[in-house]
């Protein structure tokens, strides 16, 4: 054998060897994939807060003394129209949290009192609509709810069980600890980040500049520029889309007198910020907001929801979100259910970006080989100036 063919085989066992060891060690590189994830997960979060709140931030940036250049204007842009997007963005949340949780926690309280007369209820309607068959009927009769053990039971397990509820209550306290540390740890790389984009973006490009070819350090900045682009408009779009969902909802509760008009119409804008099954969560949380006063009108709200539904998926949806990102609603719902799967609800919110972005590249990639080889191009038309004076001839 040649020196070639050395090189080859030698090649072959070296991966074969190295497959081998991967699979033995399989568990521990798991674990150290893991831990690295684990690790670098505040990091990621934090690029993905800046990513949203440069959106904000790029915005208030152009209207801050835009006309002016001067040493004071251009040094203090960037901090305080970062402290404005910081403020606004608190603020918003504040007044969410503002309107939702008080209105959610007095219908708990309504529920629970309730209770009983809706399980007596129930109760009798059954016994009344089960004269047909006897057994089930004296069975219900004989149901008795004591509500009064019930209370008692749950005092007494709080009580005995406290060893094991302040385990648990000590788990949950460091868990919580913990996620907020990350989300502190990630909100300050974000602000790291935003204030030295500018130098991050010099610092990228001489990299890009110095270490790729020119057509390949084109190709990347052409996948970067996509997929900035493409993130951007669905950020935008969901925001303004929710905006526009939330007013409407308000509106059209107050028109027809429905209870927790503004709550339930902040929820549905919130919810709608998760493509499609957003949707859902917001009718099924309102819903239950305003069982609790009149089930009639609960009704009245479902009707009401559904209709508006179909206006924003037919004209809302398309004109704000659908068409700035351009992918197909069958690509949509496939994004969803994929993303949902892997990542939750986070999931759901990037998986229609990142499908929107693969789905520009492969349909332009798609378009350059059929260009180059020929196909579905159009033919070119005869020139009528050229067939005139052909004819003439």
């Known amino acids: ?26 568990s521990y590189i798991g674990g150290f994939i893991s831990l690295l994830c684990t690790a670098v997960y505040p990091l990621v979060l934090g690029c993905a807060i800046a990513f949203v709140f440069n959106i904000l931030l790029s915005f208030c940036e152009r209207y801050y003394f835009p006309k002016h250049n001067g040493k004071f204007v251009t040094y203090s842009r960037r901090p305080v129209c970062l402290a404005f997007s910081i403020c606004i963005v608190l603020l918003s949340l504040l007044l969410i949290t503002k309107l939702v949780i008080p209105e959610v926690a007095g219908s708990c309280k309504v529920i629970y009192r309730a209770m009983p007369d809706i399980v007596d209820k129930v109760k009798n309607w059954a ?18 709810v004591d509500w009064v053990s019930i209370s008692e039971n749950i005092v007494k397990f709080l009580t005995s069980g406290a060893t094991g509820i302040i385990s648990s209550l000590a788990g949950i306290i460091g868990a919580f600890t913990l996620s907020v540390t990350k989300i502190v740890v990630a909100v300050v790389f974000a602000v790291y980040l935003l204030i030295g984009k500018d130098s991050i973006k010099k610092g990228v490009a001489r990299m890009k500049n110095a270490y790729l070819d020119r057509k390949t350090a084109e190709r990347v900045q052409h996948i970067f520029d996509v997929t900035r682009t493409t993130f951007r408009n669905f950020f ?13 909802c308000i509106i059209g509760m107050l028109i027809l007198r429905l209870p927790y008009a503004v709550m339930t119409g902040t929820v ?8 499609i099954v957003g949707a859902f969560i917001g009718a099924a949380l309102g819903a239950f907001m305003i069982l609790t006063v009149n089930p009639m009108q609960a009704v009245i709200f479902i009707i009401f929801l559904i209709i508006l539904q179909q206006i ?4 809302i949806y398309p004109r704000v979100v659908g068409s ?35 789905y520009k590249l492969v349909c332009e990639n798609l378009e350059k080989k059929e260009a180059e080889k020929g196909i579905g191009v159009p033919a070119p038309r005869p020139d009528k100036n050229k067939s005139q004076s052909g004819n003439k001839k």
């Open 1 to 26: 054998m040649d020196r070639k063919e050395i090189k080859k085989y030698l090649f072959i066992g070296a991966v074969a060897v190295g497959v081998m060891l991967i699979i033995k060690n399989l």
């Open 127 to 144: 016994i009344e609509n089960s004269s047909s068959i006897p057994d089930i009927q004296k069975k219900i009769s004989e149901l008795d």
């Open 236 to 248: 935008v779009g969901q925001f303004t889309e929710a905006f526009i969902l939330g007013v409407l």
């Open 268 to 275: 549905v804008g919130v919810t709608a910020l998760v493509p």
């Open 312 to 315: 924003e998926e037919n004209l």
């Open 324 to 358: 700035s990102i351009g992918l197909p609603g069958i690509w949509v719902l496939a994004a969803v259910t994929v993303g949902g799967s892997v990542s939750g609800v986070m999931g759901m919110l990037l998986g229609v970006p990142v499908v929107a972005t693969l």
